[in-house]
């Protein structure tokens, strides 16, 4: 998506609809994540650590308007970096989002948070984008993914969900009047239509598996071999060659002593 066709859209009254809407979503999504680092990807527009508190935060877009400029594909960030991670639309517009991914779960520490924020293709936003003739336009113009597929990637990449909902469950008008006329859908989509909504908002954990070291069993050193074993069971050693006869089960006694005779005295 074009940086200046996507400023235009937001300045309308449908883009700054998504923008109440998607910052109400990331500020009570956010509020309570704690760390070091937090870094959101794509659009600066959008100010989605907005609420939160962690010291250090960062904004990546490939063009001009965010804290780093840098492909998202590629970060300029170390592994294992990063305890939040804020994506507003950020695998919908990239020609590579398994690659976005991949570079996502590289950079965070293992129990990082990852927040992701999509348009929902199995909603009224997703049958405007089907009957949309001009895709060039956005915000008709990106890929929307699903959330059985996007649940999909991230299993793949041992991270496991922590939450989500959906919101702007309102068709997408163009016109004000008309969003506001339908804004009793706001109220009513999460009672009756809950997953209709045309924004959501997924929550992941990153999740890494400790390793157990198996040792073997090892043998003591002091192990009696069977044979010997069951030779001294039975009475005696069983020598080679030699077949132990009766006298040899029998303990020898010593004799017992002689009496010796007192004299009397005189």
């Not at 956010?30 to 680092?37: I, M, P, Q, R």
């Not at 990449?157 to 997408?172: E, H, I, N, T, V």
Request: glycine content about 8%.
């Amino acid at each position: 998506m074009e940086q200046k066709n996507l400023h235009a859209w937001l300045e309308t009254p449908l883009g700054q609809y998504v923008l109440r809407m998607e910052q109400d979503m990331l500020d009570e999504a956010v509020a309570n994540l704690f760390g070091f680092n937090a870094l959101q990807i794509s659009w600066p527009h959008l100010d989605g650590l907005r609420t939160n508190r962690i010291p250090h935060h960062m904004t990546l877009s490939a063009r001009p308007g965010g804290t780093i400029q840098a492909e998202p594909c590629a970060l300029p960030l170390a592994s294992q970096s990063l305890d939040l991670v804020v994506m507003p639309h950020a695998l919908e517009f990239t020609e590579h989002p398994h690659a976005l991914l991949r570079e996502v779960d590289r950079v965070m520490r293992p129990e990082g948070r990852l927040v992701i924020v999509g348009f929902n293709p199995h909603s009224l936003w997703g049958v405007r984008q089907l009957f949309t003739l001009n895709r060039r336009v956005s915000p008709w113009s990106g890929r929307f993914i699903s959330i059985s597929r996007l649940k999909d990637w991230l299993a793949l990449l041992s991270f496991d969900m922590d939450g989500g909902r959906f919101g702007a469950y309102a068709p997408p008008f163009t016109s004000a009047r008309w969003l506001h006329r339908f804004r009793f859908m706001e109220l009513a989509g999460d009672r009756w239509w809950g997953v209709g909504g045309g924004i959501y908002l997924l929550q992941a954990v990153k999740r890494v598996h400790a390793l157990r070291l198996i040792t073997p069993r090892w043998q003591p050193q002091n192990r009696v071999e069977p044979s010997l074993a069951a030779a001294v069971r039975s009475g005696g050693v069983r020598r080679q060659g030699v077949q132990p006869s009766a006298k040899d089960n029998v303990v020898p006694l010593l004799p017992r002593p002689k009496a010796v005779p007192v004299s009397p005295q005189s």
